[in-house]
């Protein structure tokens, strides 16, 4: 590809994985392959069922063993989870150095950074790969600032008021 684009939603707002879906979304409809690996929802979360039925455009990827979500998880759920993830954590980089997708969503990425999994440098490892895709997009809660100078286009989520 001769341009790529990498772009961060992160925040304590919701909606970063939705925007990101609405990302690919847009990209399907101009004839782009996506990949998604989600991660830290467990192996059930539904946001992206619907993007299931877009396959073969579209292929979900998810580690997670368990039906909860990471931080559901006792501690020793966790410790054999984590296997799973860094397992995830691996084919998402395979899949940004092979150009097997145009697009690439790492939802969560960001989170696995928070809980520990893996280092701020992980991610700007991935980041740095001159993979041959259009656009990698990332999410999370937390944005280290060591990561900015590598990410295109950063948008924050923020809720300014949510009563449910």
Known sequence: MDTRI???FYGQGKGKTSAAVGQALREIGEGQHVSIVQFLKGKIADEFQILSRLEPDVQIFRFDQSGLSYCDLSFVEKEKEKQNIINGFNYAKKVIETGESDVIILDELLGLVDLGIIDTEDVIDVLRIEG?????????????EEMIPYIDVICEMISVKDNT
């Open 6 to 8: 990498i772009q961060a």
């Open 132 to 144: 041959d895709y259009k656009k990698l997009i990332i999410t999370g809660n937390h944005l280290a």
